[in-house]
């Protein structure tokens, strides 16, 4: 069993950083419960979003700090932030902008659904990327 | 930007597990929405979960498969399975066995909120841990 988290060290010290120095977050939607992607946050991302109130991640790809939406508009507020039992993963709950998470132009990343043993599209897109990611 | 899950690949190699060979996996509750836990699996996890209809994650502290509930009885029934757009994560909404998947005896992992810089409890115990893991 792993650890649990000590909530009598700072903040960002009783969460564990993996090797690279990141955790996993999760998105929800506040309103809709709707979970909406997964990905990452070293420390700086996690100060930053706090600081202000806008998710920012860590892009594993890009190797960069990335605001989300700071491409497509589609930012997401913080509603709040908790950790799990051993502070190895990250809940955010968020105010989407837009209702498209998914560069795709999705609600949400997880449009994949298992059926038999294929992946089908499960969710509809809502808005054009094309139209997202013009400007 | 990661590369897009390509539905077109066999169910399991159209995932990107890691070079640990495993997957993050976000458990869902299907009835309340309620985010429980993050977890990790492997290929053989995943296919097992598929194959006994409870979720099946491999646990990184023991090094072993672990069926989620095979020491507490609180197990996670299959609902769904979704990935997300690049495939690098897995979604899957569960019923939970005694309405707990913490084992510390809260309904969802995520328990601790940040308020103000301190990890505050934010959940009740439904469950007393010893009452789960006296058998």
Redesign the interface.
Known sequence: ??H??N?EL??LD?LKWDADGLI?V?A?DAA????L??AWMNREALTET?KCGRVVYWS???QRLWEKGEESGHFQEIH????????D?L?LTVTQQGGVA???G?ES??????TG??????DPVIKDPKAIYAK
């Open positions: 069993m792993s649990d988290l909530p700072s903040w009783a996993p999760i929800q809709s419960g709707r979970v992607m997964l706090l594993r790809s890009r709040s932030i908790r950790a799990d039992c051993d502070g993963a809940l998914c560069h795709t999705r990343c997880f449009f994949y659904e298992l043993e294929r992946w089908q599209f499960a």
